[in-house]
Every structure is written in C-alpha cells, then in structure tokens.
C-alpha cells in the first residue's frame, strides 16, 4: 500500500512555476563599468565630423510585408511535422551578448579625414552608439524570428511548451526579448543622435559614455528575458524526438497497471528511459523490429478517475499523445486489485478514453493474469449498488475480445506480440495512404 501511494505521490508534477524558479537561471553578473571595459571608448581624444547622419546608419527593421511572407511560410512549414525543438537557434547570454556588442563597438573609429578633435570625437561616439546598438539588436531580432510562434508548432509540441513552461510563458518570454530590442535600439538611436550634436570634445565623451551606460542599465534590467529564452531552447531542445512516420504502439491504463512491464517484454532491444521535464519519471520507449520492420512501443504516464481539470501534467501528456499522434492503443486493465485503481474506476476511465479516441487501432489486454481468481475483485470503495451488468463483466473478463496475459508466467504473451505485430502493420498502412493521400493532396494543389 505504502509502495503504491508513494508512485501515486510521484504522479504529482511540480507546478510548471517551480522549473522556472529565478535561482536556476544563470545569475545575471553584475555588470563592469564601461570605462574599466572600454577605456578608450570614454576617454578617446579623436575627432569628429559635423556631417554625420546617426538615422541612416542606424538599425532599420526588415520590411514588414517581407517579413508577414516569412512567417506565413514558417507556418506552413512547422506544420508538417514535429521537430521544431531541435531547430531552435542558439542563444548566447545575455552577458556574452552585451560583452561582444561592446567589444565590438569599441573598435569602430571616426570617418577618416576629420581634422577638428570636437567633430572627430562626436563622430566615433555616434558611430560606436549605433554599433553597440545593431550588435545587440541583431542576435535579439534573429531570436524573436526564428522561435516558431506557439501557434505554428505541431499540436503534440505546443501541448509539451505548454505542459513544460506552463500557459503562455513561451510567448512571454519571446515578447520580453523583443521588448528589450526595441528599449536597446531606441535608447541607442537617442544616445547616438545626442552625441552626434555635441558641441565640444568632452561633451561627445560624455553622450557616449552616457549611452553605453544607459544601455547596460537596460540589460541588467530586462537582460535576463534573453537567459530566460536560453533556458528554455535548451529544455525543449532535450525532450523526447517523436518519429510520426513510424508506426507507434503507446501504452494506456492506470498507474501500475503493468504498462512498462509489457513495453520492456514486447521491445526487441533494451528501452530507452525518455524524460520530460515536468517529471522525474521516465518514460519508456522501446523498438520492435519484425520482418525487416521497425516500430516504437512506448509507456504513457498512468491515468486517473478524475475530470480533465483536476489532471495533472503526466496525465495531459498521455491525453496529448492520445490526442494528436496516431498512435496504436494497447489499453491495459488490472483486475487483480493489486494495482490501487479498482476495476470500477478502471472500467470509467477507459470507457471515456476509448469513446473519445474511437478512431485510434485499439487492443485490450488484462494483465497480471497468473494473480486472477476465479471471484473478480471488489474493492470496498466500491458502490455495488451502481453495478451494472456491464460492470461485473468487466471486471471477470474486462472488455470484449481483451487478451488475458502475465508478465510473470508468460501466459497469453506469444498471442499478443502477434496480434500487436498485426496492430502495428495495419498502422504503418494507414500512416502510408495517409501520407499519399497528402502527396496527392500537394498535387491537385
Ligand atoms: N504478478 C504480476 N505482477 C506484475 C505483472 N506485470 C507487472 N507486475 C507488477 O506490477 C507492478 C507495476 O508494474 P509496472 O509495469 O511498473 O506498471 P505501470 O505503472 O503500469 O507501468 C510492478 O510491481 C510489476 O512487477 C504480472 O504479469 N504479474
Ligand atoms: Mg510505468
């Protein structure tokens, strides 16, 4: 009892803010004044020329018809398969960022030819201002694009972002980054044409350090969006790759039934453990090869009697693989009583699931044979009085046509790679006419 309590304990997910907490995210260092960074960068004694033009050299945004072309093809694009988390781009910290921008920034001299020190010295100002801005404002516009909008992931992945960051963290994130490109390049542009109007040598000195200043203010601040981002490219870079083209047999019942049992036993090689990272429990996924043919077998996280908004996210995942990867079911039922879901509540939640993912392959198997009786379990818990005649088959034989096996005695387990094996051909049928009725489809449009 004790054992079984403490899996069901297990089955309860942190609260997604909890993976998000401040203190996993690398600490923003504090940052270094700008004139131990770049010394020359504030006390330059170069020139400067009156003609010059902050607005043209500044960073101007793509065309925005340009861009609304991009997006809708991006759209298309992710659509058609999953895969999106592993071509996420790189993000630099925020502190590498903001370190390179200034690097950069400072070595950016004055237009040649300009003889008078004041105009010499308000033309590298300006120009060092609009460089440091385009050097951040480059990496943080090429993060906002080419993150795929939540809208634009494949239904599978955007139930992960929403399981894994929680609801509408990713696009806050990506909004908080964008937020800090525009503050950047504005205050940049401000700071740049400020300098560039600087009457005299030290004034032009001032305006640039002023703006670099103003800008790592601004980084320290909202910097943190862009380690925020980071963090999550790299989770969602680590989650379990889905192959939608191989034909999949996904395990579903209650905890403990005997799911990762049968996926360790029907696997031809040794499972893999794969993890998400709003749990601790992994999930097993293993290969069978028969005939020259390969296919996934592969554990859900167990699911309760319970109402969908009561679930938690090991039961959303299940629900979500259930709901948009056409898998093959194996349903397994435990009517031995050993595994703390009583067959009554066991028979509710699989006459949901089955009436809501009627068009999925569907086998039934009651396992953990060799412990059944010939009376069927009643728990005490359970209402008699709500027994129907359905009921009490179910819980003799569970439903029409079930398999009856035992991992322990092997008992029933050469009928059911069978009959999975012939599960799993009429599955890798359905996914081929699925894919030329799709190629057809591409065709005729
Ligand atoms: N007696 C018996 N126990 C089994 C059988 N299959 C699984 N079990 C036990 O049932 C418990 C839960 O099994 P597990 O595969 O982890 O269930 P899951 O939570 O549905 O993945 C474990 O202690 C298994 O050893 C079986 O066929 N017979
Ligand atoms: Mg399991």
């Not at 502190?95 to 400072?106: E, T």
């Not at 972002?161 to 390049?185: A, F, H, I, P």
Request: hydrophobic letters at 35%; charged letters at 25%; aromatic letters at 6%.
């Amino acid at each position: 009892m004790t054992s079984t309590w403490s899996r069901l304990q297990l089955l309860h997910a942190p609260p997604s803010s909890l993976l998000f907490r401040r203190g996993d995210f690398p600490k923003f260092a504090k940052f270094v004044p700008a004139k131990f960074l770049l010394p020359t960068m504030c006390f330059c004694q170069q020139l400067q020329t009156q003609s010059y033009e902050i607005v043209k050299g500044s960073y101007v945004p793509a065309g925005d018809t340009k861009q609304a072309s991009k997006v809708e093809d991006k759209v298309v694009k992710a659509l058609e398969a999953v895969g999106a988390f592993q071509k996420l781009p790189m993000v630099m910290p925020s502190i590498d960022i903001l370190y390179s921008a200034l690097k950069k920034a400072k070595r950016v001299s004055p237009t040649k030819g300009i003889a008078n020190i004041a105009k010499r010295e308000r033309n590298k100002g300006a120009k060092q201002l609009d460089a440091l801005m385009k050097e951040i404002a480059v990496p943080l516009r090429k993060y906002t694009e080419n993150f795929p909008g939540k809208i634009s992931l494949h239904p599978y992945e955007r139930s992960l972002v929403e399981l894994t960051l929680g609801d509408g963290n990713y696009e806050e994130v990506l909004r908080k980054v964008d937020y800090l490109r525009k503050r950047v390049v504005a205050v940049g542009k401000e700071h740049a044409s400020l300098c560039a109007k600087s009457v005299t040598k030290r004034e032009a000195e001032e305006r640039l350090s002023e703006g670099i200043k103003k800008i790592e203010e601004i980084f320290s601040h909202e910097g943190k969006a862009v380690d925020e981002l980071l963090n999550i490219a790299k989770t969602l870079r680590a989650m379990p790759v889905v192959d939608l083209e191989t034909p999949t047999l996904c395990l579903v019942g209650a905890p403990n039934v005997g799911k990762s049992s049968l996926v360790r036993l029907l696997s031809t090689g040794k499972p893999e453990i794969c993890n998400y990272p709003f749990t601790t429990r992994g999930i097993l996924m293993g290969h069978i090869n028969l005939s020259y043919q390969n296919f996934q077998v592969t554990d859900t996280p167990g699911l309760l009697r319970r109402h969908d908004e009561d679930r938690n996210n090991l039961e959303k995942l299940t629900l979500a693989v259930l709901s948009h990867l056409p898998t093959a079911v194996l349903f397994v039922h435990d009517l031995s009583g050993e595994c703390g879901t009583s067959p009554s509540d066991q028979f509710t939640i699989y006459n949901e699931i089955k009436e809501r993912f009627a068009n999925h392959l569907w086998l039934d198997v009651v396992s953990k044979s060799d412990l059944l009786t010939d009376s069927p379990v009643v728990f005490i818990t359970e209402d008699s009085n709500v027994d129907s005649l359905d009921l009490a088959k179910y819980r003799r034989m569970g439903p029409d046509g079930s398999l009856h096996v035992s991992v322990k005695t092997e008992v029933g387990i050469s009928e059911l790679k069978a009959r999975v094996h012939e599960l799993l051909v009429t599955q890798s049928e359905r996914i081929k006419s699925c894919k030329s009725s799709e190629e057809g489809h591409e065709v005729v449009t």
